[in-house]
């Protein structure tokens, strides 16, 4: 069973940086993609950034291209999102989720298997 756990969120002010963490188990990452999604009240899930099995790709959505960047310890089973600049608009739950897929990854929600529990981000003065 795969199992993920998000952390690292938290109360930030406009222009602040958060790390988010990822961490997985029941599996080492070799072979699963990771995607990065968040959903604000009253709004759908929208999916921010993914990460393939061994990090050749790497998308990100045009809302957080140039201030998030995501990377991949497979060893440590980890994988982190970096957002900087951060924005009040950012304030969502954030989510990770995993999927077994080699090649290219994806930012659409319905790809993937496997979710964390969420974690907070907000971004207020």
């Known amino acids: 069973q795969v199992q993920l756990v998000e952390s690292g969120g938290g109360l930030v002010q406009p222009g602040g940086s958060l790390r988010l963490s990822c961490a997985a188990s029941?599996?080492?990452?070799?072979?699963?993609?990771i995607g990065w999604f968040r959903q604000a009240p009253g709004k759908e899930r929208e999916g921010i950034a993914c990460?393939?099995?061994?990090?050749?790709?790497?998308y990100y959505a045009d809302s957080v291209t140039g201030r998030f960047t995501a990377s991949k310890d497979n060893d440590k089973s980890t994988v982190y999102l970096q957002m900087n600049s951060l924005k009040p608009e950012d304030t969502a739950v954030y989510y990770c989720?995993?999927?077994?897929?080699?090649?290219?990854?994806?930012?659409?929600?319905?790809?993937?298997?496997?979710w964390g529990q969420g974690t907070q981000v907000t971004v207020s003065a």
């Open positions: 989720a995993t999927e077994y897929r080699v090649g290219p990854c994806s930012l659409s929600s319905g790809e993937y298997d496997y």
């Open positions: 029941g599996t080492t990452l070799d072979g699963w993609a």
């Open positions: 990460i393939s099995s061994r990090a050749g790709y790497i």
